[in-house]
């Protein structure tokens, strides 16, 4: 086999590998989110399941319930503190010693808004109404999202392509803005794809 047929033949074979190594890339980082919740849950129960055990053996619930005692004055008392926490969230006091605990967590949890805007998501989908656009500059047109629209200039945020809640803000001109015909959860997707598949003339 000659040299330049070998390396042919190893290019050929790493090309091969790559699109399966970037599929478990992928599904790795689309996991995670989902794996912290699981161990956040995981934890909470297991907290929450010494509680339930003193609630159950106290009231004698498992007189009732037999073995699935505990796992339901469990699930019980997770849904009460759930509510519970509904309820405080409703209170200005409460909110404002929320929005400082959060804080404090963006600081020391990396990534903790994008894995907080991705529960948000998945429990109560919010309907995306940011406009697509492209602004233009001397070197090409940027994509961004607009987000406050005014009647010389406007807001447009430039989302990262490997999280979308990240960026640069800047505020343009609106001559140099052109509008997109794509939903911003359409833009999104083609943001994460480093750009393919955008609206190019």
Same mark, same amino acid.
């Given at each position: 086999m000659t040299k330049p047929s070998k390396i042919m033949k190893e290019y050929n074979y790493k090309k091969r590998l790559e699109k399966p190594r970037n599929k478990i890339v992928s599904g790795m980082? @689309? /996991?995670l989110p989902l794996f912290i919740l699981f161990v956040v849950i995981e934890k909470l129960w297991y907290k929450v399941s010494h509680l339930g &055990? =003193?609630?159950a053996h106290n009231l004698h619930l498992d007189d009732f319930l037999g073995k699935y005692? !505990?796992?339901v004055t469990t699930g019980l008392l997770l849904l009460l503190i759930f509510y519970v926490f509904g @309820? /405080?969230?409703t209170l200005p006091? =409460?909110?404002r010693f929320y929005n400082?605990?959060?804080?404090m967590l963006l600081d020391v949890i990396p990534g903790y808004s994008k894995y907080k805007n991705d529960l948000e998501n998945k429990i109560s989908p919010k309907p995306d109404n940011r406009i697509p656009v492209l602004l233009k500059t001397p070197v090409g047109n940027k994509p961004g999202l607009l987000i406050d629209e005014k009647e010389a200039s406007s807001v447009v945020f430039f989302p990262s392509t490997t999280n979308a809640l990240e960026g640069e803000v800047l505020v343009v001109d609106n001559k140099i803005i052109e &509008? !997109?015909?794509l939903d911003a959860k359409s833009f999104l997707g083609i943001m994460k794809k480093q750009g393919k598949g955008l609206p190019v003339s």
């Open positions: 980082m @689309y /996991l &055990k =003193f609630v005692s !505990i796992t @309820y /405080l969230a006091r =409460f909110i400082w605990f959060e804080g &509008k !997109i015909d």
